[in-house]
């Protein structure tokens, strides 16, 4: 596989993206190999594996093994800490959480971290990542003053000094479970203000919010929640990267 940066940049050219999120937490690490077919069958782009702290080591290793045995699309780490780099996947989102209180998440962890992504000659691709209310657990793990839904221009403000910063993507993230996505005005106002792709990922259950996302200005949508729920992926995935990608 070439530089997973620029399969993302080549399909942004005539297309809006879907990022399946898979927790190693919570799926059959015997069965991830089935669950990444369906995943890639319904017209995923990527998978990404991350998302809690048990995403790290052995299991991390394991679960992208599966997931690269079930398909052929690019596996990215999603991490949530430095220990979830894994030798076995293609890419690795290199974040900062530039709203964390703590500056641990915002460059400490990059630099423990770095060696590893070096060492097993990952890429690297930087990013702006912004816990927006509610947060949910990534919020209270990262120490997150979460950005109010009604305060669109202070996430425009963290995603455009991302972009000056030399960040390639920007992340706005409700958090994992969350009641609803980020809302439309917040992205809306987030694509005015900068020119690198903007993922959105949290509270997206339906064709219907991932169609709003997308219209609102998103690039790339990521849902994980309602994959690790379904008993049919590709039937509940289908019609979201559809309207995703504007086919419904």
């Not at 990444?36 to 990404?48: F, L, N, Q, R």
């Amino acid at each position: 596989m070439g530089k997973v940066s620029d399969y993302i940049a080549r399909k942004l050219a005539t297309e809006k993206l879907h990022f399946a999120l898979i927790d190693p937490d919570g799926v059959d690490i015997e069965t991830v190999d089935k669950m990444a077919a369906a995943i890639e069958k319904a017209g995923c782009d990527a998978i990404m594996v991350g998302g809690s702290s048990s995403a790290v080591g052995q299991i991390n290793d394991l679960t992208i093994k599966g997931i690269k045995k079930g398909c052929t699309l690019p596996v990215i780490i999603f991490p949530g800490n430095w220990s979830a780099v894994s030798s076995y996947a293609d890419a690795i989102f290199f974040m900062s959480i530039l709203n964390s209180r703590n500056p641990y998440f915002i460059t400490k962890a990059q630099a423990l971290g770095a060696y590893s992504v070096k060492m097993f000659q990952l890429e690297p691709l930087p990013m702006g990542y912004l816990v927006v209310e509610p947060g949910e657990t990534v919020g209270w793990v990262a120490e997150a003053d979460a950005i109010p839904r009604r305060k669109p221009k202070i996430a425009a403000a963290y995603a455009l000094a991302a972009q000056f910063m030399g960040m390639d993507l920007i992340y706005l993230e409700a958090g994992s479970g969350a009641s609803e996505p980020v809302p439309d005005s917040m992205i809306s106002m987030v694509r005015m203000m900068v020119d690198i792709p903007i993922v959105v990922g949290g509270g997206i259950r339906t064709p219907e919010q991932a169609s709003r996302v997308v219209k609102a200005g998103a690039d790339i949508v990521v849902t994980g929640t309602i994959i690790e729920k379904a008993e049919n992926i590709e039937r509940v995935l289908s019609p979201i990267v559809r309207a995703i990608k504007g086919e419904s």
